[in-house]
C-alpha cells in the first residue's frame, strides 16, 4: 500500500515541472526587440514634447521643427509620440506574454498594420500640408515597417477559425476607417457648425482692408486658423510661401516688408503675433451685434 502511495506520488511530482514548462514565456524575440526600438523612439519625441524642449538634431525652423510644432503633432491633445508610445507597448506585451499561437499573430497584425498605416498617414501629410519632413518619424514609420513585413512572414500557413480572404478584408476597412477618420479630425472636418461671431468677425476684417499674411507651413499660422474654426477660410489671408518653405515668397508678402508669419496689418499697424478673436475686434473696431453677444 505504501509502496502504491509513493509510486502515485511520484508520477505526480513529475507532472509539476511540465505544467510549469507550459507557461514558460515563449516571446517572438525580434518582434520585442523592435517594438522596443520603437519605444526609445516614441518614448524620446515624448519626453521632449512634455517638457517643451527640441529633439536633437531639431534646429528651429527645420523640417522636424514644423512637424513637430504642428498640429498634427497632436491627437486630442496628446502628442502623436505618446500614442505611438502605446502601440508600440501594446505590440511588445503582445509579442511577449501570449504563447506562440494563431491569437498572438492575428493580434500582431492588427496592432502593425494600423501603427504602419498611421505612420504613412503622418509622413504624407507632412509632406503635402507642411512640405516637410521629420527624421525622428521618419525612423519609427521604418521601425514600423520593417515589423509589419516581420509579423506577416510569420503569417501560419493554416489558421482555424476565420479565413484568411475574410480576415485580410476587415483588417484593410478596419485599418482605413480608423486612417479616415484620424485625418477628418485633424483637418477639421469634424468641427462645430460656424460661429456666427466668428464668421461676422471675419467678414468685417476682410471689409475693412485688414490683412493677414502667413504660410501654409508655419505652426502658428495653424493656431491663428484654429482659432476661427470653419470660419477660417473667411480671413483676409494672404499666403507667402506658395512655392513651399524653400521657394521664393511671393511678391504681395515682399512688397508689404513681411519678415514673420503670422503678421497682421490693421488700421495701418502691425501685429505680428497670433491674435485673439477679441484682439482682433478691437483691433479693427468691430463690435458684435447683440444677437451673437
Same mark, same amino acid.
Given at each position: 500500500?505504501?509502496?502504491?502511495?509513493?509510486?502515485?506520488?511520484?508520477?505526480?511530482?513529475?507532472?509539476?515541472?511540465?505544467?510549469a514548462?507550459s507557461?514558460?514565456?515563449?516571446?517572438?524575440?525580434?518582434? %520585442?526587440? /523592435?517594438?522596443? @526600438? =520603437? *519605444?526609445?523612439?516614441?518614448? #524620446? &519625441?515624448?519626453? +521632449?514634447s512634455? $517638457?517643451?524642449?527640441?529633439?536633437?538634431?531639431?534646429?528651429?525652423?527645420?523640417?522636424?521643427?514644423?512637424?513637430?510644432?504642428?498640429?498634427?503633432?497632436?491627437?486630442?491633445g496628446?502628442?502623436?509620440?505618446?500614442?505611438?508610445?502605446?502601440?508600440?507597448?501594446?505590440?511588445?506585451?503582445?509579442?511577449?506574454?501570449l504563447?506562440?499561437r494563431?491569437?498572438?499573430?492575428?493580434?500582431? %497584425?492588427? /496592432?502593425?498594420? @494600423? =501603427? *504602419?498605416?498611421?505612420?504613412? #498617414? &503622418?509622413?504624407? +501629410?507632412?509632406? $503635402?500640408?507642411?512640405?516637410?519632413?521629420?527624421?525622428?518619424?521618419?525612423?519609427?514609420?521604418?521601425?514600423?515597417?520593417?515589423?509589419?513585413?516581420?509579423v506577416?512572414?510569420?503569417?501560419?500557413?493554416?489558421?482555424?477559425?476565420?479565413?484568411?480572404?475574410?480576415?485580410?478584408?476587415?483588417?484593410?476597412?478596419?485599418?482605413?476607417?480608423?486612417?479616415?477618420?484620424?485625418?477628418?479630425?485633424q483637418?477639421?472636418l469634424?468641427?462645430?457648425?460656424?460661429?456666427?461671431?466668428?464668421?461676422?468677425?471675419?467678414?468685417?476684417?476682410?471689409?475693412?482692408?485688414?490683412?493677414?499674411?502667413?504660410?501654409?507651413?508655419?505652426?502658428?499660422?495653424?493656431?491663428?486658423?484654429?482659432?476661427?474654426?470653419?470660419?477660417?477660410?473667411?480671413?483676409?489671408?494672404?499666403?507667402c510661401s506658395?512655392?513651399?518653405?524653400?521657394?521664393?515668397?511671393?511678391?504681395?508678402?515682399?512688397?508689404?516688408?513681411?519678415?514673420?508669419?503670422?503678421?497682421?496689418?490693421?488700421?495701418?499697424?502691425?501685429?505680428?503675433?497670433?491674435?485673439?478673436?477679441?484682439?482682433?475686434?478691437?483691433?479693427?473696431?468691430?463690435?458684435?451685434?447683440?444677437?451673437?453677444?
Open positions: 500500500m505504501s509502496a502504491k502511495r509513493k509510486s502515485n506520488k511520484t508520477r505526480i511530482a513529475s507532472k509539476k515541472p511540465a505544467v514548462r507557461k514558460k514565456l515563449q516571446p517572438d524575440v525580434p518582434v %520585442a526587440v /523592435l517594438a522596443g @526600438l =520603437g *519605444l526609445l523612439v516614441t518614448g #524620446y &519625441l515624448a519626453w +521632449t512634455g $517638457i517643451g524642449g527640441s529633439p536633437a538634431f531639431c534646429a528651429e525652423g527645420s523640417g522636424c521643427d514644423v512637424v513637430q510644432s504642428s498640429r498634427y503633432s497632436t491627437l486630442f496628446l502628442p502623436v509620440a505618446l500614442w505611438g508610445f502605446g502601440l508600440y507597448a501594446l505590440i511588445a506585451w503582445t509579442a511577449t506574454t504563447p506562440p494563431v491569437t498572438r499573430w492575428r493580434r500582431l %497584425a492588427w /496592432l502593425s498594420t @494600423l =501603427g *504602419l498605416a498611421i505612420s504613412l #498617414y &503622418l509622413t504624407v +501629410t507632412g509632406w $503635402i500640408a507642411l512640405d516637410a519632413w521629420c527624421a525622428w518619424c521618419m525612423t519609427s514609420q521604418v521601425i514600423m515597417l520593417v515589423l509589419f513585413g516581420l506577416m512572414l510569420k503569417r501560419p500557413e493554416s489558421a482555424p477559425g476565420m479565413p484568411p480572404l475574410v480576415f485580410a478584408r476587415n483588417l484593410v476597412i478596419v485599418t482605413g476607417v480608423s486612417v479616415a477618420a484620424l485625418g477628418a479630425w483637418n477639421g469634424l468641427q462645430p457648425p460656424e460661429n456666427p461671431r466668428l464668421k461676422a468677425l471675419a467678414e468685417h476684417l476682410e471689409a475693412t482692408g485688414a490683412r493677414y499674411y502667413g504660410a501654409f507651413w508655419c505652426p502658428s499660422c495653424q493656431d491663428q486658423r484654429r482659432l476661427f474654426g470653419r470660419s477660417a477660410d473667411r480671413l483676409p489671408y494672404v499666403e506658395p512655392n513651399g518653405r524653400q521657394g521664393v515668397v511671393a511678391f504681395a508678402c515682399v512688397s508689404a516688408d513681411i519678415s514673420g508669419y503670422p503678421t497682421w496689418i490693421i488700421n495701418g499697424r502691425r501685429y505680428q503675433q497670433v491674435l485673439s478673436p477679441d484682439e482682433l475686434a478691437r483691433y479693427s473696431g468691430f463690435e458684435y451685434a447683440k444677437d451673437d453677444a
